[in-house]
Protein backbone atom coordinates (compact mmCIF):
# COMPACT_ATOMS: atom_id res chain seq x y z
CA UNK A 1 0.00 0.00 0.00
CA UNK A 2 2.25 2.17 0.93
CA UNK A 3 4.62 1.62 -2.39
CA UNK A 4 1.35 2.36 -4.22
CA UNK A 5 1.04 6.13 -2.05
CA UNK A 6 4.69 6.23 -3.28
CA UNK A 7 4.32 6.32 -7.05
CA UNK A 8 1.09 7.86 -6.74
CA UNK A 9 2.85 11.20 -5.01
CA UNK A 10 5.78 10.53 -7.67
CA UNK A 11 3.26 10.85 -10.68
CA UNK A 12 1.41 13.84 -9.33
CA UNK A 13 4.46 15.77 -8.50
CA UNK A 14 5.87 15.07 -12.24
CA UNK A 15 6.66 17.71 -14.74
CA UNK A 16 3.85 16.94 -18.01
CA UNK A 17 6.27 18.77 -20.60
CA UNK A 18 7.63 16.33 -23.07
CA UNK A 19 10.96 16.66 -24.52
CA UNK A 20 10.54 17.55 -27.99
CA UNK A 21 14.35 16.65 -28.78
CA UNK A 22 13.91 14.81 -32.50
CA UNK A 23 14.44 10.43 -31.90
CA UNK A 24 17.53 10.77 -34.49
CA UNK A 25 19.51 13.05 -32.26
CA UNK A 26 18.51 10.97 -29.06
CA UNK A 27 20.50 8.45 -27.27
CA UNK A 28 17.74 6.42 -26.35
CA UNK A 29 19.29 5.30 -23.17
CA UNK A 30 18.19 3.96 -19.54
CA UNK A 31 20.21 2.02 -17.14
CA UNK A 32 22.22 0.65 -20.26
CA UNK A 33 19.48 0.24 -22.62
CA UNK A 34 19.12 1.89 -25.76
CA UNK A 35 14.90 2.29 -26.19
CA UNK A 36 12.25 3.59 -28.94
CA UNK A 37 8.81 3.58 -29.16
CA UNK A 38 6.19 3.36 -32.16
CA UNK A 39 2.63 5.60 -32.20
CA UNK A 40 0.51 2.70 -33.34
CA UNK A 41 -2.28 4.91 -34.10
CA UNK A 42 0.29 7.33 -36.46
CA UNK A 43 0.86 3.83 -38.09
CA UNK A 44 -2.04 2.89 -39.36
CA UNK A 45 -2.88 6.04 -40.29
CA UNK A 46 -0.07 6.79 -42.39
CA UNK A 47 1.21 3.68 -43.53
CA UNK A 48 -0.07 2.88 -47.34
CA UNK A 49 -0.47 -0.62 -46.41
CA UNK A 50 -2.65 -0.35 -43.35
CA UNK A 51 -4.67 2.74 -46.02
CA UNK A 52 -5.41 0.51 -48.27
CA UNK A 53 -6.21 -2.76 -46.52
CA UNK A 54 -8.62 -0.36 -44.42
CA UNK A 55 -10.30 0.54 -47.21
CA UNK A 56 -10.70 -2.96 -48.73
CA UNK A 57 -11.75 -3.87 -45.37
CA UNK A 58 -14.42 -1.11 -45.35
CA UNK A 59 -15.10 -2.34 -48.79
CA UNK A 60 -15.88 -5.96 -47.80
CA UNK A 61 -17.84 -4.85 -44.70
CA UNK A 62 -19.59 -2.27 -47.02
CA UNK A 63 -20.69 -5.23 -49.38
CA UNK A 64 -21.71 -7.70 -46.65
CA UNK A 65 -23.92 -4.94 -44.83
CA UNK A 66 -25.98 -4.06 -48.42
CA UNK A 67 -26.60 -8.04 -49.05
CA UNK A 68 -27.47 -8.31 -45.38
CA UNK A 69 -29.97 -5.61 -45.78
CA UNK A 70 -31.57 -6.62 -49.25
CA UNK A 71 -31.54 -10.21 -48.14
CA UNK A 72 -33.30 -9.30 -44.86
CA UNK A 73 -35.64 -6.40 -46.82
CA UNK A 74 -36.85 -9.69 -49.08
CA UNK A 75 -37.70 -11.39 -46.29
CA UNK A 76 -39.87 -8.57 -44.38
CA UNK A 77 -41.78 -8.09 -47.85
CA UNK A 78 -42.41 -11.84 -48.35
CA UNK A 79 -43.24 -12.09 -43.99
CA UNK A 80 -45.35 -9.01 -44.76
CA UNK A 81 -47.26 -11.09 -47.92
CA UNK A 82 -47.59 -13.99 -46.02
CA UNK A 83 -49.54 -12.29 -43.05
CA UNK A 84 -51.47 -10.40 -44.84
CA UNK A 85 -52.44 -13.08 -47.18
CA UNK A 86 -53.27 -15.44 -43.43
CA UNK A 87 -55.43 -12.42 -42.39
CA UNK A 88 -57.24 -12.47 -45.33
CA UNK A 89 -57.59 -16.14 -45.73
CA UNK A 90 -55.80 -16.19 -49.19
CA UNK A 91 -54.38 -19.24 -48.33
CA UNK A 92 -56.38 -22.22 -50.24
CA UNK A 93 -55.71 -24.53 -47.33
CA UNK A 94 -53.74 -24.63 -43.92
CA UNK A 95 -51.07 -27.07 -45.34
CA UNK A 96 -50.80 -23.82 -48.15
CA UNK A 97 -49.94 -21.55 -45.64
CA UNK A 98 -47.88 -23.90 -43.00
CA UNK A 99 -45.45 -24.62 -46.52
CA UNK A 100 -45.06 -21.12 -46.68
CA UNK A 101 -44.27 -20.40 -43.10
CA UNK A 102 -42.20 -23.21 -43.24
CA UNK A 103 -40.32 -21.16 -46.23
CA UNK A 104 -40.04 -18.25 -44.34
CA UNK A 105 -38.48 -19.96 -41.01
CA UNK A 106 -35.92 -21.28 -43.71
CA UNK A 107 -35.03 -17.94 -45.26
CA UNK A 108 -34.84 -16.56 -42.29
CA UNK A 109 -32.51 -19.54 -41.13
CA UNK A 110 -30.59 -18.94 -44.03
CA UNK A 111 -30.10 -15.39 -43.80
CA UNK A 112 -28.87 -15.74 -40.21
CA UNK A 113 -26.31 -18.49 -41.60
CA UNK A 114 -25.34 -16.04 -44.16
CA UNK A 115 -24.64 -13.34 -41.45
CA UNK A 116 -22.30 -15.30 -39.44
CA UNK A 117 -20.49 -16.66 -42.56
CA UNK A 118 -20.16 -13.11 -43.91
CA UNK A 119 -19.30 -12.06 -40.47
CA UNK A 120 -16.74 -14.72 -39.66
CA UNK A 121 -14.98 -14.09 -43.62
CA UNK A 122 -14.34 -10.36 -42.63
CA UNK A 123 -12.94 -11.76 -39.07
CA UNK A 124 -10.61 -14.18 -40.82
CA UNK A 125 -9.75 -11.11 -43.35
CA UNK A 126 -9.11 -8.69 -40.20
CA UNK A 127 -7.02 -11.49 -38.75
CA UNK A 128 -5.19 -11.92 -42.00
CA UNK A 129 -4.19 -8.07 -42.41
CA UNK A 130 -3.42 -8.01 -38.73
CA UNK A 131 -1.00 -10.46 -39.03
CA UNK A 132 0.49 -9.27 -42.27
CA UNK A 133 1.03 -6.18 -40.66
CA UNK A 134 2.81 -7.58 -37.54
CA UNK A 135 4.82 -9.52 -39.60
CA UNK A 136 5.76 -6.58 -42.13
CA UNK A 137 6.49 -4.29 -38.72
CA UNK A 138 8.45 -6.97 -37.62
CA UNK A 139 10.69 -7.58 -40.76
CA UNK A 140 11.66 -4.24 -41.33
CA UNK A 141 12.23 -3.25 -37.38
CA UNK A 142 14.53 -6.36 -37.86
CA UNK A 143 16.42 -4.48 -40.64
CA UNK A 144 16.36 -1.00 -39.31
CA UNK A 145 17.53 -2.12 -35.87
CA UNK A 146 20.66 -3.34 -37.44
CA UNK A 147 22.02 0.30 -38.00
CA UNK A 148 20.07 1.51 -35.33
CA UNK A 149 20.77 -0.91 -32.62
CA UNK A 150 18.25 -0.92 -30.20
CA UNK A 151 17.68 -3.08 -27.31
CA UNK A 152 13.94 -2.38 -26.57
CA UNK A 153 11.30 -1.11 -29.20
CA UNK A 154 8.17 -0.75 -27.95
CA UNK A 155 4.44 -0.03 -29.44
CA UNK A 156 2.34 2.97 -27.85
CA UNK A 157 -1.23 2.80 -28.85
CA UNK A 158 -3.68 4.93 -26.45
CA UNK A 159 -2.50 5.03 -22.95
CA UNK A 160 -0.52 2.03 -22.58
CA UNK A 161 2.49 3.86 -22.31
CA UNK A 162 1.78 6.52 -19.68
CA UNK A 163 5.04 8.74 -20.67
CA UNK A 164 7.79 8.48 -22.83
CA UNK A 165 9.73 11.60 -23.89
CA UNK A 166 9.69 12.63 -27.69
CA UNK A 167 12.98 11.58 -28.08
CA UNK A 168 12.32 8.16 -27.81
CA UNK A 169 9.74 8.55 -31.11
CA UNK A 170 10.72 6.79 -33.98
CA UNK A 171 7.13 6.58 -35.77
CA UNK A 172 8.22 8.65 -38.06
CA UNK A 173 11.63 7.15 -39.25
CA UNK A 174 9.73 3.46 -39.53
CA UNK A 175 6.52 4.96 -41.07
CA UNK A 176 9.06 6.02 -43.94
CA UNK A 177 10.81 3.14 -43.79
CA UNK A 178 7.75 0.66 -44.40
CA UNK A 179 6.54 2.92 -46.65
CA UNK A 180 9.09 3.06 -49.07
CA UNK A 181 9.80 -0.61 -48.59
CA UNK A 182 6.12 -0.83 -49.64
CA UNK A 183 4.97 -2.09 -52.66
CA UNK A 184 1.07 -1.74 -53.29
CA UNK A 185 -0.89 -4.02 -54.26
CA UNK A 186 -4.02 -1.66 -54.56
CA UNK A 187 -2.00 0.52 -57.49
CA UNK A 188 -1.46 -3.18 -59.20
CA UNK A 189 -5.59 -3.72 -58.89
CA UNK A 190 -6.21 -0.14 -60.18
CA UNK A 191 -3.77 -0.53 -63.26
CA UNK A 192 -5.74 -3.90 -64.22
CA UNK A 193 -9.19 -2.41 -64.66
Known amino acids: ?20 EPASNAT ?3 AGMK ?8 LMSQYI ?7 ILQ ?4 NARNTLNQKGTQLQKAAANFQEK ?3 NGFTSREEAERVQMALQRQQQDLQELQNRLGSELDAETAKFNEALRDSLQNFLKVYNKSKKY ?7 GDNILYAA ?11 GLNKRYKSTLKKDVEKK
Open 59 to 62: KKSN
Open 1 to 20: MSMALAVLSACNQAESKMDE
Open 86 to 88: LQS
Open 35 to 42: IAYVEVDS
Open 28 to 30: NTV
Open 49 to 55: FCKEYTL
Open 166 to 176: KKYDITQDVIN
Open 151 to 157: DLILSKA
